[in-house]
């Protein structure tokens, strides 16, 4: 074999690595997300998804009904963005996420949660209220609210994306809330503010 074939044989092999080390570095940046968001108490053992965008055609989720504090890298669903397809056993949200990451393609995580304190409010018709924090905007500066929808429909996947455009955080209708962000730590950030700002929020 000539030293061109050569060298194009190893710059296969270390490109190759490379995306491996890199989905399983987004695995464990999801894992970790889902231990912080248990440890927050914004999720229940079975609650809530959390996603990751691998590249431009796919993205890693969580299983459905998964405890978020005990998630193996293994446990999660690879996902083709422009398909229909949701393999079983992922979340039952997929559609969501998906519908996300093929309108926004600055967004690389989603979070899926259901903070007591965002619930609450929800409750009473309102939502968090950025500027109730200093320097609030800095991490999270627009909510936006979403209509009740039924859970894992077309409808309330395609409402979320349109809100997305508006701010990076949605407080939905008796279904929890969603956050994104640039990174999986950053869209997990920006849920534990948006709990802490519905604390201060409903104290008023």
């Known amino acids: 074999m000539s030293s061109a074939a050569n060298r194009v044989v190893m710059n296969t092999a270390l490109k190759a690595t490379l995306m491996r080390d890199r989905e399983l570095g987004l695995r464990l940046s999801v894992v970790a997300g889902g231990q912080d968001l248990a440890e927050a108490k914004l999720i229940r053992a079975g609650d809530g998804n959390l996603s990751a965008r691998i590249d431009d055609g796919r993205f890693i989720v969580t299983p459905t009904r998964s405890d978020k504090a005990k998630l193996e890298v293994d446990d999660l669903f690879e996902i083709e963005i422009n398909s229909h397809r949701v393999p079983d056993g992922a979340s039952n949200e997929v559609g969501m996420h998906r519908a996300i990451y093929a309108r926004f ?83 997990v950030l920006r849920m534990i503010r948006l709990e802490r700002l519905a604390l201060v929020t409903r104290g008023r």
């Open 105 to 187: 393609h600055s967004v690389h995580a989603v979070v899926h949660a259901f903070p007591e304190k965002v619930l609450a409010l929800a409750a009473d018709g309102r939502a968090p209220d950025p500027s109730q924090l200093p320097n609030g905007g800095s991490v999270l500066d627009r909510v936006y609210w979403i209509d009740d929808f039924p859970p894992g429909s077309r409808s309330l996947a395609e409402e979320v994306a349109i809100g997305l455009a508006q701010a990076p955080a949605l407080v939905l209708a008796a279904h929890g809330a969603v956050t994104i962000g640039a990174t999986v730590e950053q869209a």
